[in-house]
Every structure is written in structure tokens, then in C-alpha cells.
């Protein structure tokens, strides 16, 4: 099955400077590649995805980047802002067949002000 | 407009104890989910169903016995509670299979066994 790591598990970064969180997978059918966001003591949802026929997605301040020959994809918050910070989750899935989703371990962002 | 929505939202139960958390969706999805977080964080998948067919059950504790009595509704029954049950159970739902789709999660449950 599926096995997604992420690192680093806890960020701390000043507000204004950027994030960045790294997620690796092990099976290579895995074609969709979510990111959700969980702030403290609510639901994890989602902020971005990625299928795997493109290799970088932007949506303002939030970016995520695929390297399918590596088996890596990575998520970009640039000018972050308290309101960042939060748990967030990588996943890896595969296509319409596939009914799991596997997560990452998460990471833990705290933005300083 | 809740799009997923479990009952209750806090449980706090003595040790032996039975419990049930309910689900329901209003997405028109046809796949519901039970997703565990411990203390750690880790989002562990428990079960999921596809119109009311279970389709994926983790290694879990047959303590533990999901019901889908209809696509929109995905109930989670625990018997004989442990210390060690104590965790947010999410509820979730997505249009077809989870692995390509986007996940929708419920408020959670939070259980405390003590």
C-alpha cells in the first residue's frame, strides 16, 4: 500500500518569511495529492491539491510543487501570517479506483509575529 | 448547510461502556468515511463504505462496528470502551473513491474514555 512521510513535523517561522513542507510517496499509481489544513480543536480541510499531470499548482499565497520521477511533492506558503499557523497534512491517493487516501504524519506551523 | 455532520461532538464514558456516533452527509457522496486521531495527530483511516458496501476496513477492533444504513448515513458503534479508545473520531464523505478525490471531514468526535 501507499506510505506518505512528511517533514519536517514541527515549523516555526516569523511572520512574512515563507514555509515549506516536504511529503515523499512510495507508490508510484498514486495520482492525486491533497493538502489539508487543521487548525486547533476544528476539522482538517482542504487548501490545495495536485493531480499528477501538472507539475505545480498556485492559489495566492499557497503553492504545491510534483516531482513524479522523485516520488515528492511539497507544499509553499510564502508571506506567512498568524493565521497560518496550524497542522497540515499531506496525502497521496490513486485514481477512481482507489478508495484510500493515505496522510502524512503532519506538521505542526507555528508563524512568530 | 452542514455538509458533514456527526453527533455527538463530546463523549466522555467510563471504561466497558457501549457507544454510538452518528453520521450523516448532505453531498450526495457515495463514499463515507471513519478516520481516528490520537494525541499525536495521525489521521489513521478506520473504514469506508461505497453505497452502503464497506470497502475498506483497517486493522481494527471488532469492539468497533460501522453501520451504513443508507449512502448519506454512516453510524460507528464501540463496545466494551478502552482507556486506549480515547481519541477525535472524524466522520468524512467524498464523491467516489477517496484515493482521487477530495475528502470532506465532519467536526469530530471527541471521545474520552476514562
Known amino acids: 500500500g501507499e506510505n506518505v512521510e512528511q517533514h519536517p513535523s514541527t515549523l516555526s517561522v516569523q511572520e512574512g518569511d515563507s514555509a515549506v513542507i516536504k511529503c515523499t510517496y512510495s507508490?508510484?499509481?498514486?495520482?492525486?495529492f491533497p493538502w489539508y489544513k487543521q487548525e486547533l480543536g476544528k476539522r482538517p480541510q482542504l487548501i490545495i491539491d495536485?493531480?499528477?499531470?501538472?507539475g505545480e499548482k498556485k492559489d495566492q499565497r499557497i503553492a504545491v510543487t510534483l516531482n513524479k520521477t522523485a516520488k515528492h511533492f511539497s507544499l509553499h506558503i510564502t508571506e506567512t501570517q498568524p493565521e497560518d499557523s496550524a497542522v497540515y497534512f499531506c496525502?497521496?491517493?490513486?485514481?477512481?479506483?482507489?478508495?484510500?487516501?493515505?496522510f502524512g504524519a503532519g506538521t505542526t506551523v507555528t508563524v512568530r509575529a | 448547510d452542514t455538509a458533514v455532520s456527526q453527533t455527538p461532538k463530546y463523549l466522555v464514558t467510563q471504561m466497558g461502556n457501549d457507544k454510538s456516533i452518528k453520521c450523516e452527509q448532505n453531498?450526495?457522496?457515495?463514499?463515507m468515511y471513519w478516520y481516528k486521531q490520537d494525541s499525536k495527530k495521525f489521521l489513521k483511516i478506520m473504514f469506508s463504505?461505497?453505497?452502503?458496501?464497506?470497502?475498506i476496513n483497517e486493522t481494527v477492533p471488532n469492539r468497533f462496528s460501522p453501520k451504513s444504513p443508507d449512502k448519506a448515513h454512516l453510524n460507528l458503534h464501540i463496545n466494551s470502551l478502552e482507556l486506549g479508545d480515547s481519541a477525535v473520531y472524524f466522520c468524512?464523505?467524498?464523491?467516489?473513491?477517496?484515493?482521487?478525490?477530495?475528502?470532506?471531514f465532519g467536526e469530530g468526535s471527541w471521545l474520552t474514555v476514562v
Open positions: 496525502a497521496a491517493g490513486g485514481g477512481y479506483n482507489d478508495y484510500k487516501l493515505s
Open positions: 453531498l450526495g457522496h457515495d463514499t
Open positions: 468524512a464523505s467524498s464523491q467516489m473513491g477517496g484515493g482521487g478525490n477530495t475528502i470532506y
Open positions: 495536485i493531480r499528477s499531470n501538472v
Open positions: 463504505y461505497n453505497n452502503k458496501e464497506l470497502i
Open positions: 507508490d508510484s499509481a498514486s495520482n492525486y
